[in-house]
Protein backbone atom coordinates (compact mmCIF):
# COMPACT_ATOMS: atom_id res chain seq x y z
CA UNK A 1 0.00 0.00 0.00
CA UNK A 2 1.11 3.41 -0.65
CA UNK A 3 1.76 5.61 2.06
CA UNK A 4 3.53 5.82 5.30
CA UNK A 5 3.30 3.10 7.46
CA UNK A 6 3.81 2.08 11.29
CA UNK A 7 3.99 -0.87 13.06
CA UNK A 8 3.65 -1.87 15.75
CA UNK A 9 0.31 0.07 16.39
CA UNK A 10 0.14 -0.72 20.17
CA UNK A 11 2.56 -1.78 22.25
CA UNK A 12 3.21 -2.81 25.76
CA UNK A 13 6.21 -3.34 27.53
CA UNK A 14 8.45 -3.34 30.81
CA UNK A 15 10.95 -0.62 32.17
CA UNK A 16 13.95 -1.34 31.23
CA UNK A 17 13.60 -3.35 27.75
CA UNK A 18 14.23 -2.09 24.57
CA UNK A 19 11.65 -1.15 21.95
CA UNK A 20 12.21 -0.88 18.65
CA UNK A 21 9.27 1.06 16.49
CA UNK A 22 9.55 0.66 13.10
CA UNK A 23 8.16 3.63 10.20
CA UNK A 24 8.06 2.72 6.16
CA UNK A 25 6.85 4.79 3.82
CA UNK A 26 6.52 4.12 0.04
CA UNK A 27 7.16 7.92 -1.57
CA UNK A 28 10.97 8.02 -1.45
CA UNK A 29 10.22 11.22 0.59
CA UNK A 30 13.77 12.64 1.70
CA UNK A 31 12.85 14.03 5.10
CA UNK A 32 11.52 11.91 7.84
CA UNK A 33 10.51 12.63 11.57
CA UNK A 34 9.45 11.21 14.49
CA UNK A 35 7.28 13.42 16.98
CA UNK A 36 5.84 11.98 20.43
CA UNK A 37 2.34 13.24 21.01
CA UNK A 38 1.50 14.32 25.41
CA UNK A 39 -0.90 15.60 26.79
CA UNK A 40 0.08 19.05 28.12
CA UNK A 41 3.09 19.09 25.17
CA UNK A 42 1.15 18.61 22.11
CA UNK A 43 3.60 17.23 19.65
CA UNK A 44 7.50 17.34 19.95
CA UNK A 45 10.24 16.30 17.69
CA UNK A 46 12.52 13.59 18.65
CA UNK A 47 14.66 12.61 15.77
CA UNK A 48 14.82 13.77 12.09
CA UNK A 49 16.48 12.34 8.82
CA UNK A 50 17.21 14.77 5.96
CA UNK A 51 18.10 11.47 4.10
CA UNK A 52 19.24 7.86 4.05
CA UNK A 53 22.57 7.89 6.49
CA UNK A 54 21.76 11.44 7.77
CA UNK A 55 19.76 12.35 11.15
CA UNK A 56 19.78 15.27 14.06
CA UNK A 57 18.50 15.60 17.14
CA UNK A 58 14.91 17.44 17.57
CA UNK A 59 13.16 18.75 20.94
CA UNK A 60 13.49 15.75 23.10
CA UNK A 61 15.84 12.74 21.67
CA UNK A 62 16.72 11.87 25.08
CA UNK A 63 16.86 7.87 25.62
CA UNK A 64 16.01 7.53 21.84
CA UNK A 65 18.07 5.75 18.92
CA UNK A 66 17.74 6.40 14.92
CA UNK A 67 19.14 4.96 12.05
CA UNK A 68 18.21 5.40 8.53
CA UNK A 69 19.95 2.77 6.20
CA UNK A 70 17.11 3.04 3.37
CA UNK A 71 15.48 5.77 2.54
CA UNK A 72 11.90 4.12 3.00
CA UNK A 73 12.89 3.10 6.43
CA UNK A 74 13.24 5.13 9.71
CA UNK A 75 13.61 3.02 12.90
CA UNK A 76 13.01 4.50 16.09
CA UNK A 77 14.66 2.73 19.12
CA UNK A 78 14.01 2.92 22.78
CA UNK A 79 17.35 1.52 24.43
CA UNK A 80 16.21 1.08 27.54
CA UNK A 81 12.64 2.15 28.30
CA UNK A 82 11.21 4.03 30.97
CA UNK A 83 7.42 5.17 31.95
CA UNK A 84 8.48 8.70 31.07
CA UNK A 85 8.59 7.20 27.49
CA UNK A 86 5.13 6.01 27.61
CA UNK A 87 3.43 7.87 24.38
CA UNK A 88 1.99 8.27 21.48
CA UNK A 89 4.74 8.37 18.17
CA UNK A 90 4.02 9.31 14.72
CA UNK A 91 6.28 8.99 12.05
CA UNK A 92 6.16 11.67 9.40
CA UNK A 93 7.88 12.33 6.17
CA UNK A 94 8.06 15.32 4.09
CA UNK A 95 6.21 15.67 0.17
CA UNK A 96 7.44 17.47 -3.02
CA UNK A 97 10.92 19.24 -3.32
CA UNK A 98 9.86 22.81 -3.13
CA UNK A 99 11.17 23.33 0.28
CA UNK A 100 9.21 26.32 1.31
CA UNK A 101 6.00 24.55 0.91
CA UNK A 102 6.06 21.14 1.91
CA UNK A 103 2.95 19.75 3.17
CA UNK A 104 3.57 16.59 6.25
CA UNK A 105 2.22 13.14 6.05
CA UNK A 106 1.74 11.46 9.28
CA UNK A 107 2.01 7.64 9.81
CA UNK A 108 -1.03 6.64 11.67
CA UNK A 109 0.24 6.71 15.39
CA UNK A 110 2.09 3.94 17.88
CA UNK A 111 0.67 3.95 21.00
CA UNK A 112 3.21 3.01 23.40
CA UNK A 113 3.02 1.77 27.21
CA UNK A 114 5.57 1.41 29.52
CA UNK A 115 5.37 -0.71 32.63
CA UNK B 1 13.41 28.62 18.34
CA UNK B 2 10.08 29.73 17.78
CA UNK B 3 7.47 29.84 20.23
CA UNK B 4 3.83 28.79 19.45
CA UNK B 5 0.97 29.84 20.97
CA UNK B 6 -2.91 28.40 19.95
CA UNK B 7 -6.02 29.37 21.19
CA UNK B 8 -9.03 28.49 22.45
CA UNK B 9 -8.11 25.55 24.22
CA UNK B 10 -11.40 24.12 24.01
CA UNK B 11 -14.39 25.14 21.72
CA UNK B 12 -17.78 24.07 21.95
CA UNK B 13 -20.02 25.04 19.45
CA UNK B 14 -23.66 24.37 18.10
CA UNK B 15 -24.33 23.01 14.45
CA UNK B 16 -23.95 25.67 12.33
CA UNK B 17 -21.99 28.35 13.69
CA UNK B 18 -19.17 29.82 12.71
CA UNK B 19 -15.74 28.72 14.37
CA UNK B 20 -12.46 30.94 14.90
CA UNK B 21 -9.24 29.29 15.84
CA UNK B 22 -6.11 31.49 16.50
CA UNK B 23 -2.43 30.71 16.16
CA UNK B 24 0.15 33.42 16.78
CA UNK B 25 4.01 32.96 16.94
CA UNK B 26 7.03 34.66 17.86
CA UNK B 27 9.84 34.46 14.77
CA UNK B 28 9.17 35.04 10.86
CA UNK B 29 8.38 31.95 9.39
CA UNK B 30 8.53 30.61 5.19
CA UNK B 31 4.84 28.66 5.65
CA UNK B 32 2.39 27.44 8.21
CA UNK B 33 1.12 24.27 8.75
CA UNK B 34 -2.60 23.61 10.06
CA UNK B 35 -3.70 20.14 10.68
CA UNK B 36 -6.51 18.05 12.01
CA UNK B 37 -6.09 14.83 14.46
CA UNK B 38 -9.61 13.01 14.18
CA UNK B 39 -10.85 11.24 17.87
CA UNK B 40 -9.44 7.90 16.40
CA UNK B 41 -5.77 9.77 16.54
CA UNK B 42 -5.13 9.89 13.17
CA UNK B 43 -3.48 13.55 11.60
CA UNK B 44 -3.80 14.72 8.15
CA UNK B 45 -2.67 18.04 6.90
CA UNK B 46 -5.61 20.62 6.10
CA UNK B 47 -3.28 23.46 4.80
CA UNK B 48 0.23 24.89 4.58
CA UNK B 49 0.27 28.90 3.96
CA UNK B 50 2.76 31.24 3.45
CA UNK B 51 0.53 34.08 3.04
CA UNK B 52 -3.29 35.40 2.24
CA UNK B 53 -5.71 33.26 2.65
CA UNK B 54 -6.51 29.75 1.30
CA UNK B 55 -9.87 27.49 1.43
CA UNK B 56 -10.75 24.13 0.93
CA UNK B 57 -14.86 23.40 1.42
CA UNK B 58 -16.03 24.80 4.63
CA UNK B 59 -12.48 26.09 5.66
CA UNK B 60 -10.47 29.03 5.17
CA UNK B 61 -7.68 29.70 6.86
CA UNK B 62 -5.78 32.85 6.86
CA UNK B 63 -2.08 34.14 7.52
CA UNK B 64 -0.85 37.80 8.48
CA UNK B 65 3.17 37.57 8.21
CA UNK B 66 3.66 40.94 9.84
CA UNK B 67 2.05 40.11 12.89
CA UNK B 68 3.11 36.57 13.09
CA UNK B 69 -0.28 35.05 13.30
CA UNK B 70 -3.27 32.74 12.07
CA UNK B 71 -6.32 32.11 11.67
CA UNK B 72 -8.54 28.83 11.33
CA UNK B 73 -12.43 29.40 10.24
CA UNK B 74 -14.73 26.43 9.88
CA UNK B 75 -18.18 28.10 8.37
CA UNK B 76 -21.47 26.12 8.82
CA UNK B 77 -20.20 23.95 11.48
CA UNK B 78 -20.70 19.86 11.91
CA UNK B 79 -20.57 17.76 14.18
CA UNK B 80 -17.76 15.67 11.69
CA UNK B 81 -15.93 18.57 12.43
CA UNK B 82 -14.99 17.57 15.80
CA UNK B 83 -11.48 16.91 16.29
CA UNK B 84 -8.35 18.49 17.61
CA UNK B 85 -7.14 21.32 15.13
CA UNK B 86 -3.09 21.87 15.74
CA UNK B 87 -0.77 24.92 13.76
CA UNK B 88 2.51 24.06 13.10
CA UNK B 89 5.55 26.31 12.48
CA UNK B 90 9.17 26.26 11.51
CA UNK B 91 10.97 26.20 14.55
CA UNK B 92 13.44 28.63 13.05
CA UNK B 93 13.46 30.38 9.80
CA UNK B 94 12.64 28.17 6.75
CA UNK B 95 13.86 24.62 8.89
CA UNK B 96 11.74 21.73 8.05
CA UNK B 97 11.58 21.09 11.83
CA UNK B 98 8.56 21.96 13.32
CA UNK B 99 6.45 23.07 16.41
CA UNK B 100 3.47 22.47 17.14
CA UNK B 101 0.68 24.28 19.03
CA UNK B 102 -1.15 22.81 21.46
CA UNK B 103 -3.69 22.23 19.87
CA UNK B 104 -7.76 23.24 19.68
CA UNK B 105 -10.26 20.82 21.23
CA UNK B 106 -13.21 21.25 19.06
CA UNK B 107 -16.45 19.23 19.83
CA UNK B 108 -19.36 20.42 17.42
CA UNK B 109 -23.16 19.58 18.69
CA UNK B 110 -25.92 18.45 17.06
Known amino acids: DAGITQSPRYKITETGRQVTLMCHQT?????MFWYRQDLGHGLRLIYYSAAADITDKGEVPDGYVVSRSKTENFPLTLESATRSQTSVYFC??????????????FGPGTRLTVT | KNEVEQSPQNLTAQEGEFITINCSYSVGISALHWLQQHPGGGIVSLFM???GKKKHGRLIATINIQEKHSSLHITASHPRDSAVYIC????????????FGKGTKLTVNP
Open chain 1, 92 to 105: ASIGPEDRLLREQY
Open chain 2, 49 to 51: LSS
Open chain 2, 88 to 99: ALPSQGGSEKLV
Open chain 1, 27 to 31: WSHSY
